[in-house]
């Protein structure tokens, strides 16, 4: 599976933005897709928001705070990321991910392989 992520930019706080993963293969095995981000180089990459394959479950980040919304199209090729009034500290690379969860939590099982996109910047500006 390949995951390529487009949507990304620089916007106003109080702005908009909506994030797209391209999702091509197949995720057979990985039961979730979920949308990270990263502050800096340095830090760690953050769950903001993931949906089980089947749609029916969704997990959101507590500093989402209601501002996100994860979608996936019923083909399950497209993961998106609607992101409403951003603020400054939103600023940072968000990655589309597809894994496998552990057991009941939204943990990555690092027993499955885990593939992630390339990246999309968000820059907010204050």
């Known amino acids: 599976v390949q995951l390529a992520e487009s949507g990304g930019g620089l916007v106003q706080a109080g702005g908009s933005l909506r994030l797209s993963c391209a999702v091509s293969?197949?995720?057979?095995?990985?039961?979730?897709m979920g949308w990270y981000r990263q502050v800096s180089a340095g830090s760690k990459r953050e769950l903001v928001a993931?949906?089980?394959?089947?749609?029916?479950?969704?997990h959101y980040a507590d500093f989402v705070k209601g501002r996100f919304t994860i979608s996936r199209d019923n083909a399950g090729s497209t993961l998106n990321l609607q992101l409403n009034n951003l603020g400054v500290e939103d600023t940072a690379e968000y990655y589309c991910k597809a894994f496998r969860r552990y057991g009941n939590t939204w943990s990555t099982d690092t027993r499955f392989p885990e593939v992630w996109g390339q990246g999309t910047l968000v820059t907010v500006s204050s």
């Open positions: 993931a949906v089980a394959t089947n749609g029916r479950l969704t």
């Open positions: 293969g197949s995720t057979l095995r990985l039961n979730t």
